[in-house]
Every structure is written in C-alpha cells, then in structure tokens.
C-alpha cells in the first residue's frame, strides 16, 4: 500500500513541475514536447538527482529523501518559503511508517472565544481545520446569510463556495482567488493528516461534481494562513470592500477565527455599518 504523504509528497512535486517551463529555468524548449512543464529527467538533472530517483518520489514509492535532497529539490522548482515549509512537512512525514490508528479529537470552540465573537463590531467565523463553519457572529449573518438553514454537514467553505445553487456570488471579480484561498487551506490541512475522513469526504465530493475545483485542487497550492480583500455584492448597501484575515486559535491544529475588517472612514466602513 503506497504511503499516504508519499503519495500526497508526489502529486505536490508533479503539479510543481508541470508549472515549470523549459526557460524558467534556462534550458532550450527543444522539439515537440509531450508535457506542458518539464520532463522528469530534466528536474532531476536541475536538482542533481538521477531520473529513476526522481520518477519514484512523483509516484509515491518507498523513498525517503534527505533534507539535503529536499532543498535541491525546492531550489530546482523555485519554491517559495511555504512550499518549502510543505514539501519539508509531506516528506519528513512519508519517512515515519503509518500509524495503525489516528486519535482525532472532535473540534470544539472554546467558551471564551464565543463570548469573543458575540462583542465584536465586525463580522467573523470560526473555521474548522477542514474549513467547516463551527461558530459566528450576528455581524458575519448580516454579510453572509444565515448559516443555520444548512444541515450542519454542510456548513463549509468549500462546499458553499462550489454549491451550485450559489452560483450568483461568482460574479464578484475576486471568486476565484477566494476559492484558491480556501483551497490552499485545505491543501495545508490536508498535509497534516492525509485520510482523515472529513478532508476525504469534502474533497471527493467536490472533485466528483464540479469540473472547477478539480482545475483549482490540481495546482496542488498551499496556505498555511491567510489575508486577502473581497468584494461583497449586497443589494441592500451595494458593493462593500472588505479585508480578511485568518488567526490561529489554540488546538494542534486548531480552528481559526476569520474576520472581515473595512478602512475606517471609507464608503464601505459606512456599508458595513449600514448591515
């Protein structure tokens, strides 16, 4: 049975490679090309690795690459500091053999930080570690709807973002980078714990009916915590620009808070109110 992060290990390095293409990295395109990004051989030969060393990591077989391995793999892809945070985490966890049994405790929200939602003037949630929506605010009601017409299983972010009876929030320009935001969450969660049944059961789903995020998930991106701006579409008020971000709440892992904050002084700080 092929190892689980070796696995996920695999298809991270395949999608980084089919990113790259030949004068990226200073080689001649060549000929006709059958891949889009680089052969295999020409990566192992950028990180100093023979092919059939490499061909074995992409497809999850018994390897376990050395640190040094790594960070002459990460060069070669031109990974950024949290891909190579990730690619680190998915191969020293493929050395380790799998456990028999995962304890994985339920999530909960503590007490203190649902007292801390309800006093806060702004709109924020709760996020499990698979992006489920465990807790929130009246505010983040009034700029998302309510939650609790939704069975709780499917109150999550990547679920909702690709419901396709939701499909009117799509127009907002910024649809798909929210969506690559979530992804790449999930991505993170994901590297922490392979076959966990939630992450499984989301993912499969969603690969299975919608043609866009199996697109979105193939590009294998990471976020281990996120800050962005989105624009909200409200009829009432028009349109409010609001920043996001992520914080981290206690746990190993633990959920997040996401909260949406607007300039103080601008028209959407005044929209914002308005709801």
């Not at 080689?27 to 295999?40: D, I, Q, Y």
């Not at 990591?57 to 950024?80: I, K, N």
């Not at 929030?169 to 999930?186: H, K, N, S, V």
């Not at 190993?252 to 005044?270: I, R």
Request: a neutral charge; proline letters at 8%; aromatic letters at 6%.
């Amino acid at each position: 049975m092929t190892h689980p992060y070796a696995r996920e290990l695999g298809d991270f390095l395949r999608a980084r490679r089919a990113r790259l293409r030949p004068r990226d990295v200073g080689l001649e395109p060549g000929g006709r090309r059958k891949v889009a990004g680089l052969r295999r051989e020409e990566l192992a030969l950028l990180a100093g690795l023979s092919t059939d060393y490499y061909q074995r990591m992409e497809q999850g077989r018994e390897v376990r690459p050395s640190d040094d391995v790594l960070d002459a793999l990460a060069g070669a892809l031109g990974l950024d500091d949290q891909e190579r945070r990730h690619l680190l985490t998915l191969a020293h966890a493929a050395r380790r053999p799998v456990p028999a049994r995962v304890e994985r405790a339920p999530e909960r929200v503590p007490d203190s930080t649902r007292r801390l939602l309800r006093v806060m003037d702004t709109p924020a949630v709760v996020l499990g570690r698979h992006l489920d929506l465990l807790d929130w605010n009246p505010k983040a009601v009034a700029l998302l709807g309510d939650p609790d017409g939704y069975p709780p299983d499917r109150l999550n972010m990547l679920l909702l973002m690709f419901d396709d009876t939701l499909t009117s929030r799509r127009t907002c320009p910024d649809w798909e980078q929210q969506a690559l935001d979530y992804i790449g969450m999930m991505r993170a969660a994901v590297a922490t714990d392979p076959t966990h049944p939630r992450a499984t059961a989301i993912v499969g789903e969603l690969s299975i009916r919608s043609a866009e995020f199996r697109r979105l998930w193939g590009r294998h991106d990471v976020r281990e915590s996120v800050s962005g701006t989105k624009t909200f579409r409200i009829p009432e008020v028009g349109d409010v620009v609001l920043d996001w971000d992520t914080y981290p709440l206690p746990g190993n892992p633990g959920p997040v808070m996401l909260v949406f904050t607007a300039e103080p002084g601008t028209p959407h700080a005044d929209r914002l109110r308005l709801l």
